[in-house]
């Protein structure tokens, strides 16, 4: 049980486009969803954090008019990297909870902006 | 500020023990995770630290002391499989349940 699914599982798009990745919590409800952005051989850096039906929780230093996220359901968040550049290139994570100290993660997105 | 102080890379033999550890400073700390990530994979949960003491779960066992702000996560009978980096984390219920990720140590198991 506990499984949570990311699509797409890795993308590349141009300068200036839009991507849209989507955090999917197959057997199990999440009351929240967590968006995690990680560089190689560094840590996980969390973005925000969004329960479902409200305003998502953005980290300090997080420009939330570039990275939207929706939390549709209690199963579906998506993140759109607004106008990407490709400095925001990176491996982008997504984990969800139910209540617990445990969070679940998504294989992971892997972005890359030419 | 908040962090989580843990060494970069460990390296260590097949069947020998390791110790990863993991010293803090968060504010609204609850409890101490610790999750392991093989490259361009997921991060998994390993185990939870809400009480000081020792935790154990097969091979793997974790340890809290909030009074020293530390913790430690024990790996025995190393197995080339647990090469990979190991985060700890601090939990924060208060604040929506999020987690702030120690920097991570990389642990390579020699055979």
């Known amino acids: 049980g506990a499984v949570v699914s990311q699509h797409p599982s890795w993308v590349i798009c141009k300068s200036g486009t839009s991507v849209k990745i989507e955090c999917r919590s197959l057997?199990?409800?999440?009351?929240?969803m967590f968006w995690y952005r990680q560089f190689p051989k560094q840590s996980l850096m969390l973005m925000a954090t969004s329960n479902e039906g409200s305003k998502a929780t953005y980290e300090q230093g997080v420009e939330k008019d570039k990275f939207l996220i929706n939390h549709a359901s209690l199963t579906l968040s998506t993140l759109t990297v607004t106008s990407a550049h490709p400095e925001d290139s990176s491996f982008y994570i997504c984990?969800?909870?139910?209540?617990?100290?445990?969070?679940?993660f998504g294989p992971g997105t892997r972005l890359t902006v030419t | 500020g908040q962090s989580l102080e843990q060494p970069s890379e460990v390296t260590a033999v097949e069947g020998a023990i390791v110790q990863i550890n993991c010293t803090y400073q968060t504010s609204g700390f609850y409890g101490l995770s610790w999750y392991q990530q093989h490259d361009g994979g997921a991060p998994t949960f390993l185990s939870y630290n809400g009480l000081d003491g020792l935790e154990e779960t097969g091979r793997f066992s974790s340890f809290l002391s909030r009074s020293d702000s530390y913790g430690y996560l024990l790996l025995q009978e190393l197995q080339m499989k647990d090469s990979a980096s190991y985060f700890c984390a601090s939990t924060h219920p208060n604040q929506g349940g999020k987690l702030i990720f120690g920097q991570g140590t990389e642990l390579s198991v020699k055979p």
């Open positions: 057997d199990f409800q999440a009351t929240t």
């Open positions: 984990s969800a909870a139910s209540g617990s100290y445990e969070q679940y």
